[in-house]
């Protein structure tokens, strides 16, 4: 087990990574509560809820099973899992625990940060992409009009990694999470970026012990980021590179038809574009497209789509400013910047970007 510990002006947490932690985690939660509440979905439930609520056997122990997806992620599901609590009678000494996906993640620790305002909270994640999302706490749910558009800043109290989970992910989700590692390395070093580049170049390859070697790297740069900035009002912007573009795919094409990987694969090319357009240089954009080919991640915007759909979504996004768009544009591979982009730039880079393959 490697434990990192994630220090913030608000306080301090430790992330638990290692094969086979998960009937470790009653020894593991430092705490006692009258209740534990375990929030999964309908995928995870039959593979590990009992093994869970084994570990948990001296505690009152609830869970909630919502249906698997992102189409969970929202106000409506909210509601049922905060009338079951208070059903329940659960009081400020409960603890919610996620475990699952970042669907669940982002779901449960908006219910602890809400529920009686404010409940503890414990990550268990069980995909590749929540190396990313079970740690920084950002917590929250979609709205029919955009996405994460509800939510807060909810640090777990830890969080509780157990990588043998990943052998059962579906190879779709093994490459959506991959996605994020990619932009962990993207963001942080041409070194990390091509280390993975040639451990990992296409989806043969692509496997959970291939990828549990970087897993503490990818989490590193996020904890780090996260320690400087928990509130993202600078360098934690970084972390929603190829975000823009990606949550617009994602609620243009219907909340669950893209993987948030895959919005995120297909956003962060056009980041890059945007980026070459912006700065007036080249960026290994084809390199990077040809990598995800290679991997299986899709990197055109799916057919159906309208430039100026797209357009009128990303105003949604979270780092617009005053009605402009502000984008994480990349000078270099590990030399991510935040810029307000003119809109004429951004349209016309997205029309090229729709109409273009990046491959040829
Ligand atoms: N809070 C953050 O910082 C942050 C960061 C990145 C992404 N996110 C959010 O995370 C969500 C995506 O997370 P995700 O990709 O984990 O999706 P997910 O939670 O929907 O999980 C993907 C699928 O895998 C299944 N699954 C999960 N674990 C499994 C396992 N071990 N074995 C078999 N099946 C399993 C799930 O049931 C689901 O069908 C999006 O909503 C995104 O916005 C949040
Ligand atoms: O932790 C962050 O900060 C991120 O931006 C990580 C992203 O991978 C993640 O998808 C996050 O949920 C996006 O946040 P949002 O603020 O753009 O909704
Ligand atoms: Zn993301």
Not at 138 to 163: E, M, Q, R
Not at 251 to 278: I, N, Q, R
Request: proline share 5%.
């Amino acid at each position: 087990m490697e434990t990192l510990m994630i220090r913030t002006q608000t306080g301090s947490y430790p992330i638990f990574v290692g094969k086979g932690l998960l009937p470790r985690a009653d020894e593991l939660i430092k705490d006692v509560y009258s209740s534990s509440y375990i929030i999964t979905d309908s995928h995870v439930a039959p593979r590990y809820l009992n093994e869970l609520e084994k570990t948990l056997r001296n505690r009152q122990v609830f869970h909630y099973i919502a249906e698997a997806g992102e189409q969970s992620k929202n106000l409506a599901e909210y509601n049922r899992i905060i009338t079951d609590m208070l059903e329940k009678k659960l009081d400020r000494n409960t603890c919610v625990i996620a475990l699952g996906g970042g669907v669940v993640g982002d779901l449960a620790g908006f219910v602890a940060a809400t529920y009686l305002r404010g409940v503890a909270f414990l990550q268990m994640p069980t995909t590749l992409l929540a190396h990313d999302s079970s740690v920084g706490g950002k917590v929250g749910i979609d709205h029919a009009l955009g996405k994460n558009l509800i939510g807060a800043f909810y640090p777990p109290a830890a969080v509780i990694y157990d990588t043998a989970t990943l052998e059962t992910l579906p190879f779709r989700e093994l490459q959506s999470g991959f996605a994020e590692l990619i932009k962990h390395s993207l963001i942080s070093s041409p070194d990390f970026y091509q280390e993975l580049k040639k451990a990992i170049p296409e989806r043969s390859m692509l496997t959970p012990d291939a990828v549990g070697s970087f897993l503490i790297r990818g989490i590193s740069v996020k904890a780090k980021i996260v320690e400087l900035d928990e509130h993202e009002s600078g360098p934690r912007k970084f972390l929603n590179f190829g975000h823009t573009l990606g949550h617009a795919l994602e609620k243009e094409l219907g909340f669950g038809t893209l993987t948030h990987g895959e919005g995120v694969a297909v956003g962060s090319l056009f980041a890059l574009k945007l980026s070459e357009a912006y700065y007036g240089h080249p960026l290994p954009v084809k390199e990077l497209a040809e990598w995800y080919v290679r991997l299986g991640l899709p990197t055109k915007v799916p057919d159906g789509l309208t430039a100026e759909g797209l357009m009128e979504q990303m105003k949604y996004d979270k780092k617009n400013r005053d009605g402009h768009y502000h984008f994480v544009l990349m000078k270099s591979i590990g030399r991510p910047e935040t810029r307000q982009v003119p809109e004429s730039l951004v349209r016309g880079t997205l029309f090229s970007f729709m109409n273009h393959m990046l491959t040829d």
